[in-house]
């Protein structure tokens, strides 16, 4: 079993190993990395989803045990770095939501779907979608809404970039 999961993964470490050196070659420019990182965002990440959710086999219907998993899952992490940053770390509102947001948004899409996919095989792109798509809703629409009811009106305004 670890065997498996071990050679799932250990590509995806592998590319991102060659990459990482390769940032460090006279031959990529550093405005290399953003376009990079466009192009993954963009064009490849939404082409790899459509591609494993559009073949997927949904005749069963989708649990919805899995999908309030899913979004508790991503709620309960979320709290929990906040706390770790607003009293662990005693960072003001300001910066402890910035660290929510930084500490758990693209992970997801970038690390998760590759390794669900390298671990579990395509069968579990559906499932590797409908995570995605959860973890979206909650951080690109509620994770706004509650930074707006937490942060005082009035107050200097968020820089997110740390």
């Known amino acids: 079993m670890f065997l498996d999961v071990l050679l ?4 995806l470490f592998f590319v991102m190993l060659v990459g990482y050196a390769a940032s460090y070659s006279s031959r990529f420019s550093g405005s290399v990395e953003p376009a990079l990182n466009v192009f993954v965002f963009y064009v490849a ?9 559009a ?7 989708v649990p919805p045990e899995f ?3 899913g979004a508790a899952a991503a709620l309960v992490c979320a709290v929990f770095i906040w706390m770790v940053f607003r009293y662990l770390m005693r960072m003001d509102r ?3 939501m910035a660290g929510v947001l930084t500490s758990s948004f693209g992970n997801v899409s970038y690390l998760g779907i590759p390794v669900v996919l390298g671990v579990l095989g395509p069968q579990a792109g559906f499932a590797a979608g409908m995570g995605q798509l959860i973890h979206n809703v909650i951080f690109m629409v509620g994770f706004p809404v509650v930074a707006q ?14």
């Open 8 to 11: 799932g993964v250990l590509p």
């Open 45 to 53: 990440l939404p082409a790899l989803l459509y591609k494993v959710v």
């Open 55 to 61: 073949g997927a086999d949904i005749s069963g219907g």
């Open 67 to 69: 999908l309030w998993g």
């Open 94 to 96: 300001a910066r402890s």
């Open 149 to 162: 009811m937490m942060l005082p009106a009035g107050s200097e305004p968020v820089r997110w970039i740390v």
